[in-house]
């Protein structure tokens, strides 16, 4: 690190980390209600909905701790201005706790989330999205101060590399892809359509361009390859996310009441959306074969690869298996989908920001050298579990998938009879997920600290 | 390929494809009207309900939505409407093992909430959810009477050995628990009359070679 202004990293890295704590706890809790509905004084949905908005919350706090680590080092200066990157990690910090006491309130008492100026107060009732409109525009405000800020340092040397194009493109894409979930429609096809432009081409989308440039950043950082190389893989790469995934939208749009010839678009262009994931395997493999003498970073190496190993087969290869519609017409919200949901977010998303924690965190702590037995430990406990709890879900969709659609049995037997072994086994390695986050908490407060004294 | 031309696929690709979505999309609200009934107030206000409780929390609808509850576009055709309305208002006093919490909806909420479902029934899904092709209760019974309980869909909320719905009591043994035919008869053309609160529709429709056949064949499940 040379720059004083990116310990600022830091901050969102420790929000991000606290809360993939409370995600996997309240996953665990939403598991367990799998078996005994009752198990919690919050209801199931309550749950579900902490558990997928503390996922997604963190994965945006680490994406712009990690911004704000890359720009200044990219750009060959300090950040704009601290004071207003503080600003902006308090502002989102508060917003989030407000609509986590909403959620809990309205859990409590369902009638609390009323309508307010047409809108709820507390939770707008759609997945992902369950943020009232207030607090909408506070991420809104929050995003495009922090946008402003990196682009201002940028603007302060107008070093354009390569990297910050596609990050810093990827983060405007992801601010412009959420104005469509902020908006009432009156019919429910619409607002599904809507939803999944926000949601696909997140995931799909703006999160890849992000994913791609850290990617080609920590390849640099930690083993020195060429930037021109890696600028010109990443463009491919990029590129063919989007060309693949903007009209990959379509596999959501077989069976909501739009048109037929989503079928066809859909099922093309998201059957080709694995080919870029496939090249950034490949690309850190050839780079990481190429260099790997020097690297001293190596728990760093090891959770970049797996992460790009991972966004393979969890979002390459878990959801090309169900993406054309001969085969999505029987899977369709089924657990077939929370098994890709699961190893798709693992894989792309949480080892990336892992990744990205584990190439910064030294050189702000201002190390070289530190203990990397825990940041393997905690990997093979989470990555282990993951797996299971995959395959846990994968079979329980098979099942669903044949008693339910294809021999007519009803929804509910097959839930609480034919698949309660797979819901205690993914409790199980529930808990051996929670072992390995707790590892890594414990490593990301420690890591550097002893060497020290 | 070279640098410039990785980067120039990068931005006129997606440029290109984004274009693609923005045409497709005009192209697909302008179809929407023909696809499914008109919305009419009681239907946007069920569909507030929904939000407002949120029900995609537990359940999906259109094959969207949190897992742990049973798809709900094409719940009105699975179950009577009636039925529906007093399971919504207290799930618990319908059907004890029901896993569904009570969440306090109003009776205007509930009915608009119908209205919802019923709309949602009828949009042109391109035929999903798909029927079942091997069907495990469906076809004809070994007698009159198990014939009558599938064609008037009994397995729709209850099971006997494990196949059918869990709305209602389990019917595998219910010749040991009501050996008596005409409760049966009684039971089946109002049920209210004989287990009050009950939320079973009636099926007084049927007539009473049928009910006979039906209450004859149910005290032969031991
Ligand atoms: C890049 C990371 C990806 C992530 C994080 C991701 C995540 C998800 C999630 C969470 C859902 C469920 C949404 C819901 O709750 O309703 C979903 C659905 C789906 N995904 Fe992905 N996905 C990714 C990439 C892909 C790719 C590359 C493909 C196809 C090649 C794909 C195919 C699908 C399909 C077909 C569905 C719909 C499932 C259904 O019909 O129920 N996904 N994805
Ligand atoms: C980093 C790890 C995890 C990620 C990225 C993750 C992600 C998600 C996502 C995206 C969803 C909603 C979409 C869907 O169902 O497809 C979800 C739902 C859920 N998750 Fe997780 N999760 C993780 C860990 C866990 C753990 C450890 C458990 C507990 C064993 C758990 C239990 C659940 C449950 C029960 C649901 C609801 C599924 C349903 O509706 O059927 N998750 N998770
Ligand atoms: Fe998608």
Redesign the interface.
């Known amino acids: 690190m040379q720059y004083e202004s990116q310990k600022i990293a830091k901050n969102f890295y420790t929000a991000a980390a606290l809360l993939f704590l409370i995600q996997i706890v309240v996953g665990i809790v939403a598991a367990l209600q799998f078996i005994w509905p009752d198990f919690f004084f919050l209801n199931f949905n309550t749950i579900r909905t902490l558990h997928i908005n503390a996922l997604v919350v963190w994965l945006l706090v680490g994406m712009m701790g990690a911004t704000y680590y890359v720009v200044p080092e990219e750009s060959e200066t300090e950040l704009w201005s601290v004071p207003l990157a503080h600003l902006q990690f308090w502002a989102t910090v508060v917003a989030v706790l407000l609509v986590i006491v909403g959620y809990i309130v309205m859990g409590l008492f369902p009638q609390a989330n009323s309508m307010i100026f047409g809108t709820l107060l507390l939770n707008e009732g759609r997945e992902y999205i369950e943020a009232p409109r207030w607090a909408d525009w506070l991420i809104v405000i929050s995003v495009l101060l922090f946008l402003f800020n990196n682009f201002m340092t940028i603007m302060k040397t107008k070093k354009f590399t390569a990297v910050q194009g596609v990050l810093l493109a990827g983060l405007t894409v992801l601010a412009l892809m959420y104005l469509p979930g902020m908006f009432y429609t009156k019919s429910m096809v619409m607002d599904q359509f809507w939803w999944w432009w926000v949601v696909h081409l997140w995931v799909e989308g703006s999160w890849e361009l992000i994913a791609a440039a850290l990617l080609a950043f920590m390849l640099h950082k930690l083993l020195g390859a060429d930037k021109k190389v890696l600028a010109k893989w990443m463009y491919i790469e990029a590129g063919l996310v989007l060309i693949t995934g903007i009209l990959g939208l379509g596999h959501h749009y077989y069976w909501i009441g739009t048109p037929k010839y989503w079928l066809w678009v859909g099922g093309i262009f998201s059957s080709l959306e694995p080919i870029p994931l496939l090249l950034m395997v490949w690309d850190a493999f050839r780079i990481t074969r190429e260099k790997r003498g020097v690297v001293q970073n190596r728990v760093g190496l090891f959770y970049t690869v797996a992460h790009a190993i991972f966004n393979f087969v969890g979002a390459g290869l878990w959801g090309v298996i169900h993406t054309l519609p001969q085969v999505n017409k029987w899977t369709h919200g089924t657990q077939i989908t929370t098994a890709h949901g699961h190893l798709a977010f693992y894989g792309a998303y949480v080892l990336l920001i892992l990744a990205m924690i584990y190439v910064t965190l030294p050189s702000i702590r201002g190390v070289k050298e530190f203990d990397q037995s825990k940041g393997y430990l905690a990997f093979w406990f989470m990555t282990i579990s993951m797996v299971f709890i995959v395959i846990s879900l994968t079979g329980a969709g098979m099942v669903q998938s044949y008693m339910e659609r294809l021999l007519g049995l009803d929804y509910v037997t097959v839930k609480t009879s034919y698949n309660m072994w797979f819901w205690v086994f993914r409790a199980i390695f529930g808990v051996g997920f929670l072992v390995g986050v707790l590892i890594f908490v414990i490593d990301f407060f420690t890591l550097g600290k002893k060497s020290a004294s | 390929?070279?640098?410039n031309g990785?980067?120039n696929?990068?931005?006129f690709?997606?440029l290109l494809?984004?274009a693609?979505?923005i045409v497709?999309?005009i192209?697909?609200?302008g179809?929407?009207d023909e696809?499914?009934p008109e919305?009419t107030e009681a239907?946007?206000a069920g569909?507030?309900v929904?939000?407002?409780?949120?029900?995609?929390?537990?359940h999906?609808?259109?094959?969207?939505?949190?897992?742990?509850?049973?798809?709900m576009t094409k719940a009105v055709v699975r179950k009577p409407k009636e039925y529906l309305k007093k399971f919504i208002l207290d799930p618990r006093t319908i059907n004890p093992k029901a896993?569904m919490?009570k969440?306090?909806l109003s009776e205007e909420e509930a009915d608009n909430l119908i209205a919802?479902l019923d709309?949602?029934s009828k949009?042109?899904?391109?035929?999903?959810?798909?029927?079942?092709?091997?069907?495990?209760?469906?076809g004809k019974g070994s007698s009159m009477g198990q014939t009558l309980f599938k064609k008037h869909d009994c397995s729709?909320c209850h099971?006997i050995g494990?196949?059918?719905?869990?709305a209602g009591p389990d019917l595998t043994h219910i010749g040991l628990e009501k050996p008596d035919a005409d409760w049966h008869i009684r039971h089946l053309k109002d049920p209210e009359s004989v287990v009050p609160g009950s939320a079973m529709p009636a099926f007084a429709h049927l007539s009473d070679e049928d009910l006979r056949e039906l209450a004859e064949y149910l005290i032969t499940l031991k």
């Open positions: 390929m070279s640098h990785a980067r696929l990068f931005i690709g997606s494809c984004f693609v979505l497709l999309t192209d697909t609200i179809t929407l696809r499914a919305i239907v946007n569909k507030k929904w939000h407002k409780y949120d029900c995609i929390g537990c999906t609808i259109l094959g969207n939505g949190s897992y742990f509850a049973p798809e896993a919490p969440l306090g919802f709309w949602i949009v042109d899904t391109n035929g999903w959810p798909p029927e079942p092709i091997l069907t495990a209760a469906a729709a099971q494990g196949l059918g719905g869990t």
